[in-house]
């Protein structure tokens, strides 16, 4: 039995004198007859807990910074009627700071035989799956002195997906495709780009397009047109080894990689390549492979949602291993990774050979804008120190980023906010110069 403060309110003003001798409210309660005769028969009025009968439906699936609703019905099967407090419990990621108590707890009145449904409205402030917890239930008589009190384990799983913030760079970079690919421009020709047409030859063509065979069957010089190559196959590669754990900014580099390999994802679709997923540590965390146009984006994001910086060395000779056997024809080849230096010099280098000797490599690397803010500063002896810091941090960067260009990789460096368009530059860079 849960007594509630309203009990403990009148069992102090009506067994004030003897509460000296009995301190506690079963003494006190104990010597005031009629008191405890309200209790128990307001206890014995309260609806049974255990009895209630509880169902879920709702979202299962919100992006980050977005809110869910998860609907609660509870149904009271007995006789009597249901005056409840209901705390709906979840994870503390599940909600803002401070909206849990507002967001969690509702108040229940239901009459015999009926049915009520309750939203708990989630605000979830990281990725991943989010499971209910427990529901507890205060049934209060209806005097309101004693209370019933029960848990019961409803289950439900939301699972909290990347925001994708960076699709608002998506229609410009899809107006730079369609020029690319001959919507709203002239086509040219372009060395290993697949064969679109003929035309007539017009002054300041190449000579080496010209189609001399259905010149011979025309009176006018015909020439070839070209557009970019479609269903290149491309394998986005997410290190989520240790130094993916790092905070740049307000998050971690991982999730700024996933938003960067989101948009290129989209992108390449739209341009008719196939993209393909491996989130890899010292063994395979997520892989998305052979799916559909229409499919993939969606895919890549279910598969990105749980994932989180594992603290160990990434392994990566198997990681190339696995990226080659994803990768059987010749593909570009993606890989989200940092720019340290000794985790590119003693894991990445030895490596190359075997992925650049088949494959276009481009590697892309989040940059902390902090060190560019510090590399600025000046006036003070500290701020001159920090800039000597951050100037050689920078240098060292540089060198790692031309060590890996000489072995034929491109390179994109660049902060959280601009990493997911400059990755989808480089994509473009590369369709235009006819290398994927």
């Known amino acids: 039995m849960a007594l509630t403060g309203r009990t403990a309110l009148l069992a102090a003003l009506g067994s004030l004198p003897v509460g000296i ?46 809110g869910a609703e998860v609907q609660l019905t509870v149904t009271n099967p007995s006789r009597r009627r249901l005056r409840a407090h209901l705390r709906d419990a979840w994870p503390p990621s599940s909600w803002l700071t401070g909206t849990e108590q507002a967001a969690s707890r509702h108040t229940l009145d239901i009459p015999a035989g009926e049915r009520r449904r309750v939203t708990t409205l989630l605000r979830p402030t990281r990725r991943g799956d989010r499971r209910a917890e427990q529901v507890t239930v205060r049934s209060y008589g209806p005097l309101g002195l004693a209370a019933r009190q029960g848990n019961h384990h409803v289950p439900w799983t939301a699972r909290v997906l990347p925001p994708f913030t960076s699709r608002k760079h998506l229609p410009s970079r899809l107006a730079r495709l369609r020029e690319l690919d001959g919507r709203t421009s002239v086509l040219t020709r372009g060395e290993g780009t697949e064969f679109d047409s003929l035309r007539a030859y017009v002054p300041g063509d190449d000579t080496r397009s010209i189609d001399w065979r259905a010149t011979a069957r025309q009176s006018a010089v015909a020439v070839r047109t070209w557009r970019p190559e479609r269903d290149r ?196 860079a590369l369709k235009a110069a006819g290398r994927l």
């Open 233 to 428: 196959h491309i394998l986005i590669v997410l290190d989520t080894g240790r130094t993916s754990a790092g905070r740049v900014g307000d998050v971690p580099r991982l999730d700024a990689a996933m938003d960067a390999a989101l948009l290129l994802t989209a992108l390449a679709t739209r341009a008719g390549d196939r993209v393909d997923l491996l989130a890899h540590d010292r063994r395979t965390r997520a892989q998305v492979q052979g799916r559909a146009a229409g499919e993939v984006l969606s895919a890549m994001v279910t598969a990105m949602a749980p994932l989180e910086p594992e603290l160990v060395e990434t392994d990566v000779r198997g990681l190339s291993a696995t990226a080659l056997a994803s990768a059987p024809r010749r593909s570009l080849i993606v890989l989200l990774t940092s720019l340290d230096a000794a985790p590119v010099e003693e894991g990445l280098l030895p490596a190359l050979p075997r992925l650049t000797q088949r494959h276009t490599v481009l590697v892309a690397a989040v940059a902390d804008p902090h060190i560019e803010e510090m590399a600025g500063a000046r006036g003070t002896v500290d701020a001159v120190y920090e800039a000597a810091a951050a100037t050689q941090a920078q240098a060292q960067r540089r060198r790692t980023a031309e060590q890996l260009q000489r072995h034929g990789v491109v390179v994109v460096d660049a902060t959280p906010d601009n990493l997911a368009p400059a990755l989808a530059d480089a994509y473009l």
């Open 21 to 66: 001798l009995a301190p506690s409210w079963t003494g006190m309660l104990a010597v005031n007859a009629p008191l405890s005769l309200a209790i128990l028969c307001d206890y014995a009025l309260a609806a049974p807990v255990r009895t209630l009968q509880f169902t879920r439906s709702g979202d299962t699936t919100v992006r980050l910074g977005d």
